[in-house]
C-alpha cells in the first residue's frame, strides 16, 4: 500500500477548526474538518469512506467552497496505493 507524507495545511487546518467549533456546520463538514484537523502534524491518512464522501463532495455543484476547499484537502491526503 502507498504512503502519502503530504500533511494538512496550517490554513486548511484553521478553517477545520472553525467550522468543529461552528453549531451551525453541517454533518458533512464535520467529518471532513475532523479528518483534516487528524492529518496535521501527524502521520495519519484520509481512510476509505471519507475519501469517498470527499469525492462526491467535489463532484457535486451542491456543496459551497468551504465545504469544497475541506474535501479537497481530504483527498489530497488519501493513500497513494487506493
Not at 475532523?34 to 476509505?48: D, H, Y
Not at 469517498?52 to 469544497?68: C, F, G, H, I, P
Request: glycine letters at 10%; hydrophobic letters at 30%; a positive charge.
Amino acid at each position: 500500500m502507498g504512503y502519502n507524507p503530504k500533511r494538512s495545511s496550517a490554513a486548511v487546518a484553521s478553517l477545520a477548526a472553525q467550522v468543529l467549533q461552528d453549531g451551525s456546520s453541517s454533518g458533512v463538514q464535520r467529518r471532513l474538518a475532523g479528518s483534516v484537523l487528524s492529518q496535521t502534524n501527524t502521520g495519519n491518512q484520509t481512510g476509505a469512506d471519507l475519501e469517498d464522501l470527499a469525492s462526491r463532495v467535489l463532484q457535486s455543484e451542491k456543496y459551497n467552497d468551504l465545504t469544497q476547499t475541506l474535501a479537497g484537502s481530504v483527498l489530497s491526503q488519501s493513500n497513494k496505493g487506493r
